[in-house]
């Protein structure tokens, strides 16, 4: 079942992360999760009433940013992923969505072709530790 994230989903949402990317990757802090909760559509999937999955966006003036996806490792290629990002294109129903991606994020990088994302331009040392990235535009 998908819905928007609760206070109460809070610390599952930080456990969560901490499993998706490393510190490197600069994880969402916990108070990162307070502020998006209250102000963002974060959507997250559960099973059993355990949050497994959670897409989080960003309202731009003509458009919806992706900010963050991730499905929990045991839970991968089982169509999750899809399931929030289809949630989140019924529930916007925008004519822009725009994403940043490492260059070296393959499996994602499918996902969003997958969905109808195309690269835009490269993000040169985008991300703090000097991985570039894609700017990805679907319209
Ligand atoms: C990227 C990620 C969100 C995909 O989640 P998922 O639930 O496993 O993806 P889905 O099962 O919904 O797959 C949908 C599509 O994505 C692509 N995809 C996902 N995982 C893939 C993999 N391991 N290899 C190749 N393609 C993959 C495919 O196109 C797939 O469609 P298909 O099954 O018809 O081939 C997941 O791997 C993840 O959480 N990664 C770590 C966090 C991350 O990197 N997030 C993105 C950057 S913020």
Partial sequence: ????????????????????FFVNDFPLSKGSFY?????????????AEKIIGYTLWLKRKN??????I?????????????????YSFET??????????KTTNNNAIKLY?????????????YYPNQCDGYLMMKS
């Fill in 1 to 20: 079942m998908i819905t928007q994230a609760h206070i109460a989903d809070v610390t599952a949402l930080f456990t969560l992360e901490n499993e998706l």
């Fill in 35 to 47: 502020y998006h909760v209250k102000r963002n559509p974060l959507f997250v999937y559960r099973e």
């Fill in 63 to 68: 458009h919806y940013r992706l900010y963050s």
């Fill in 70 to 86: 991730g499905v929990s490792n045991a839970h991968r290629g089982l169509g999750i992923a899809q399931a929030l990002l289809n």
């Fill in 92 to 101: 916007f129903n925008a004519s822009c969505y725009t994403l940043e991606v």
């Fill in 113 to 125: 072709e997958k969905n109808g994302f195309k690269k835009q331009k490269v993000l040169s040392h």
